[in-house]
């Protein structure tokens, strides 16, 4: 039974005893209804719920998890029997990896089931900040439509979608699943990344600058490592240019932030459409007043269909592993 272990006190048994630690805890916030039925069948608890001494949370199995809250070292010194960590999610950048492997814990993600969703938002943001929609809606709303000497030639004009070029970084599941819809926008898609992805028949442009300078709109999906941490600098902005998009759905830290802000200042880069920050919830305080970006609170996957699909992988890899150790989707 979770959470339940014999205790010997100076050679006698007084237990059962309540270690008052589940087979399960949840680590960070997760999505209410998978956190219910965490509670309901293990009687998961959230870690901090747990006394924080060292080894306090023997009878941990598993911790569930999202790529926003993450398991590092320090919290698997308190969990010395952790078998697994789940993710809610596809990134696990800040969970610690190496620490886990060094003790022999697995961790799953959530492939596949979001890779629609957060493609379709890639591709809206793409939309949004090239067309200039959400800016539009700003203006109409301003009354500045309905203005006199307002009108139809009031509101700048904007930049041609369909047909444009697109380089993507970062083509796995997500950077495939954009090119496929941006394709039949009749746009010529390039890409950079780790190397030559499989099942593709796109030009892969070695430099991610080179890329760059060849693109309308700049779309990253991959995954935060130490080699994409703030690849997108100065150099890469710059390649952009006033007449260049970037779209970000990956990691906020895949962006020098302080220089996208200074290239938008600059009118050095024509606009940016950005579901993830640096340090979320904030969002530079330089960018809210700008019409010349679009910004969403990391909602790329956030569609009732697809949140319930990967709470029910988070739920299954959880079943599986404490059933035989096995999970249904694990990394690497
Ligand atoms: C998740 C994401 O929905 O999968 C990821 O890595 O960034 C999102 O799509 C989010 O992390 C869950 O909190």
């Given at each position: 039974?979770?959470?339940r272990?014999?205790?010997?006190l100076?050679?006698?048994?007084?237990?059962?005893?309540?270690?008052?630690?589940?087979?399960?805890v949840?680590?960070?916030?997760?999505?209410?209804?998978?956190?219910?039925?965490?509670?309901?069948?293990?009687?998961?608890?959230?870690?901090?719920?747990?006394?924080?001494?060292?080894?306090?949370?023997?009878?941990?199995?598993?911790?569930?998890?999202?790529?926003?809250?993450?398991?590092?070292?320090?919290?698997?010194?308190?969990?010395?029997?952790?078998?697994?960590?789940?993710?809610?999610?596809?990134?696990?950048?800040?969970?610690?990896?190496?620490?886990?492997?060094a003790?022999?814990?697995?961790?799953?993600?959530?492939?596949?089931?979001?890779?629609?969703?957060?493609?379709?938002?890639?591709?809206?943001?793409?939309?949004?900040v090239?067309?200039?929609?959400?800016?539009?809606?700003?203006?109409?709303?301003?009354?500045?439509?309905?203005?006199?000497?307002?009108?139809?030639?009031?509101?700048?004009?904007?930049?041609?979608?369909s047909?444009?070029?697109?380089?993507?970084?970062?083509?796995?599941?997500?950077?495939?699943?954009?090119?496929?819809?941006?394709?039949?926008?009749?746009?010529?898609?390039?890409?950079?990344?780790?190397?030559?992805?499989?099942?593709?028949?796109?030009?892969?442009?070695?430099?991610?600058?080179?890329?760059?300078?060849?693109?309308?709109?700049?779309?990253?999906?991959?995954?935060?490592?130490?080699?994409?941490?703030?690849?997108?600098?100065?150099?890469v902005?710059?390649?952009?240019?006033?007449?260049?998009?970037?779209?970000?759905?990956?990691?906020?830290?895949v962006?020098?932030?302080?220089?996208m802000?200074?290239a938008?200042?600059?009118?050095?880069?024509?606009?940016?459409?950005?579901?993830?920050?640096?340090?979320?919830?904030?969002?530079?305080?330089?960018?809210?007043e700008r019409?010349?970006?679009?910004?969403?609170?990391?909602?790329?996957?956030?569609?009732?269909?697809?949140?319930?699909?990967?709470?029910?992988?988070?739920?299954?890899?959880?079943?599986?592993?404490?059933?035989?150790?096995?999970?249904?989707?694990?990394?690497?």
């Amino acid at each position: 039974m979770p959470g339940r272990h014999w205790t010997m006190l100076a050679g006698a048994a007084y237990g059962p005893a309540v270690t008052h630690s589940p087979a399960v805890v949840t680590v960070g916030p997760l999505m209410p209804d998978l956190v219910a039925a965490l509670e309901e069948r293990y009687a998961a608890r959230p870690l901090e719920s747990l006394d924080s001494a060292a080894g306090s949370g023997a009878g941990v199995r598993v911790a569930v998890t999202t790529g926003r809250t993450g398991v590092r070292a320090d919290t698997l010194d308190r969990l010395p029997d952790l078998g697994a960590v789940v993710h809610f999610g596809v990134g696990h950048d800040r969970t610690d990896l190496a620490a886990l492997a060094a003790r022999g814990v697995v961790a799953s993600t959530t492939p596949d089931v979001l890779t629609d969703c957060v493609a379709d938002t890639a591709v809206g943001l793409v939309i949004d900040v090239m067309r200039r929609l959400s800016a539009a809606d700003r203006f109409v709303r301003r009354g500045e439509w309905a203005r006199p000497g307002g009108g139809s030639y009031a509101f700048p004009l904007a930049r041609r979608v369909s047909g444009a070029r697109v380089g993507i970084l970062g083509l796995g599941r997500i950077g495939k699943a954009v090119a496929a819809r941006l394709e039949a926008f009749g746009c010529a898609v390039s890409y950079t990344g780790s190397g030559p992805q499989d099942g593709v028949d796109l030009p892969l442009v070695a430099d991610l600058v080179e890329l760059a300078r060849e693109v309308d709109v700049l779309v990253l999906a991959c995954a935060l490592t130490d080699r994409t941490r703030g690849a997108v600098d100065t150099a890469v902005l710059d390649a952009l240019g006033p007449d260049g998009f970037l779209v970000n759905v990956a990691r906020g830290a895949v962006v020098d932030e302080a220089a996208m802000v200074a290239a938008l200042e600059a009118g050095r880069l024509g606009g940016a459409g950005l579901d993830v920050f640096a340090d979320e919830p904030h969002v530079p305080a330089a960018l809210l007043e700008r019409d010349d970006v679009v910004l969403l609170p990391h909602l790329a996957s956030g569609t009732v269909e697809t949140r319930a699909a990967m709470r029910d992988l988070v739920l299954a890899n959880v079943a599986s592993f404490l059933d035989d150790g096995r999970l249904v989707t694990p990394l690497g």
